[in-house]
């Protein structure tokens, strides 16, 4: 079972990386933000991997720390969550995001989650509350500060920011999937237009 990769970056297509390690290419599927931090090509990568085997095929999925690689297979574990749910989470959530979603009852948040509908994020709130071991009555304003997230918290002001303007859930999602792992709400929300504005 491959638990890590650490090699050559060969090749980035999309949320895919080749990944050379000792002449032998590994395709690796990754978040954005994982894109972002891996670098030009030629450049040395190190990765935490889930190794995910079924009968007809293994897929290698990477991840820049091994807590997002927990908090993937907990994902993964749960009913009606599979690999790609997992990863289009993780896309737009971090952990701690996840966390504080999960202990402040965000539904709304779950729903930026491409494929996710409001029965879908209601039982996903009740189950990984559980196997994340999010703890219960943390207050509605968000969770101690050594829990919340910052970059979560600048996420979900940009997206009450987009669904003031009139956006849909699916182009919020799609949008906030692609914007950098950290940054200043302003920031986020200048990026987020300008990609809107070109879609």
Do not use: W
């Amino acid at each position: 079972m491959i638990g890590s990769l650490r090699g050559e970056l060969l090749d980035q297509s999309g949320a895919e990386l080749l990944i050379e390690v000792s002449g032998l290419g590994y395709r690796v599927q990754v978040t954005p933000a994982v894109v972002d931090q891996v670098g030009s090509l030629g450049s040395e990568v190190f990765l935490h991997v889930h190794h995910h085997q079924r009968e007809d095929a293994g897929t290698l999925f990477g991840f820049s720390s091994i807590e997002e690689r927990r908090v993937f297979e907990t994902l993964i574990s749960t009913h009606g969550v599979g690999p790609s749910m997992g990863l289009a989470i993780l896309s737009v959530h971090s952990p701690l995001g996840l966390r504080q979603i999960l202990a402040t009852d965000d539904i709304d948040g779950l729903c930026m989650v491409p494929g996710v509908g409001k029965k879908t994020a209601a039982r996903l709130l009740i189950e990984l509350k559980t196997r994340l071991k999010v703890p219960e009555g943390v207050p509605v304003g968000g969770l101690s500060d050594s829990v919340a997230d910052p970059s979560n918290s600048a996420r979900v002001d940009v997206r009450d920011a987009l669904v003031g303007l009139g956006y849909g859930p699916e182009e919020i999602a799609r949008v906030l999937s692609d914007l950098p792992a950290v940054a200043e709400s302003s920031e986020l929300l200048r990026q987020a237009l300008q990609r809107l504005a070109a879609a």
